[in-house]
């Protein structure tokens, strides 16, 4: 008895599942999404391809990093103890990483404010390794010279409280960031300027770089998590849905979380997608290893950093002078 058609294609379809089943070499899938997300449910159809005849590929040159151009290897920690805050009527200090060679470059330089968690201070981007990513980055010529701004938040980040009510919104904008740009020499237009920040850091970061895309070019939300209770005005996930001019703002964004951090995926998956219905470019990133904790963000400060310094240059010749006028 001759088999069907029908027979044929499941005997063939098993085989296939077999062998997909039993390869060593198969890779191990990263659950990675890029925007548009509809949901975080995955499909993963397998695709059918026929094995290609072997080529011999030459072997890609590695590039050679730049010299430094003065006799520093690694960037410098500047700390404020004092930073009196009048909008929060308490010290709200910060710690500065500026590059190397950034004092006899003489060039103005992107920068990026990183906001700590709820439970943290502004150590806590130091605690995970990032100075130490920044200097291995700027080394191998794959992160841009940049300066990072880590302030404390305080008591009032802690507030879910907005304007015209003392907020930490207003700490940043009109305080921090003048500060910044006062002492040091820094890129400052919106297209090298970036805000991040983990978990309630993330909340804030999101909450100012929304309502303010005209001062922020890129924004971080590292397993970011928004509280109930937010007003319309100041809540990321309304703003995602609502905000009428969002869509054409070119603001970068990238969020991610760990697959085991089910206090940050609810928001962030809402958000994610609100974005997606809207056309609104993103990145969200779910590792699959990784919880709401100090060791996951470890794993990913130079995923973190990589994306905050993207399109900016690599090079020192190619920042402008700071004794000349900042650029438009």
């Known amino acids: 008895m001759r088999p069907t058609h029908q027979t044929l294609t499941i005997m063939l379809l098993g085989l296939i599942i077999l062998l997909i089943g039993c390869d060593p070499l198969a890779p191990t899938p990263q659950v990675i999404i890029v925007t548009p997300i509809p949901s975080r449910t995955l499909t993963l159809t397998p695709t059918i391809t026929e094995t290609p005849t072997p080529t011999i590929t030459p072997t890609p040159e590695t590039p050679t990093p730049t010299p430094f151009p003065c006799d520093e290897s690694s960037g410098q920690i500047i700390t404020f103890d004092q930073f009196r805050s009048d909008v929060a009527g308490e010290n709200l200090r910060y710690r500065a990483y500026v590059p190397p060679c950034y004092r006899s470059s003489e060039r103005r330089f992107p920068y990026v404010i990183l ?76 297209e090298h300027r970036a805000i991040g920040g983990i978990s309630r850091g993330g909340f804030w970061a999101m909450e100012i770089a929304l309502r303010h895309p005209d001062v922020f070019g890129k924004v971080g939300g590292h397993s970011a998590f928004f509280p109930d209770g937010i007003p319309p005005a100041y809540n990321p996930l309304e703003m995602a849905l609502n905000s009428g001019f969002l869509p054409q703002a070119n603001l970068r964004i990238y969020i991610d979380n760990g697959a085991e951090d089910t206090q940050a995926a609810e928001s962030l998956e809402l958000f994610s997608s609100r974005l997606s219905s809207r056309g609104v470019p993103h990145t969200y990133v779910i590792h699959p290893i990784g ?21 900016w240059p690599r090079e020192l010749s190619g920042l402008p002078s700071c004794a000349e006028s900042n650029p438009d």
């Open 291 to 311: 919880n709401h904790d100090d060791e996951y963000w470890s794993a990913h400060v130079e995923d973190y950093l990589a994306f905050y310094s993207r399109e």
């Open 115 to 190: 906001l700590h968690g709820a439970a943290n201070t502004e150590l806590q981007w130091e605690d995970i390794g990032t100075i130490e990513a920044m200097d291995q980055g700027i080394r191998l010529g794959v992160v841009a010279p940049m300066i990072l701004i880590m302030p404390y938040f305080g008591s009032i980040g802690t507030f879910n409280q907005f304007p015209p009510e003392p907020s930490y919104e207003d700490v940043v904008l009109e305080e921090l960031m003048p500060a910044i740009e006062r002492d040091f020499c820094t890129w400052s237009n919106r």
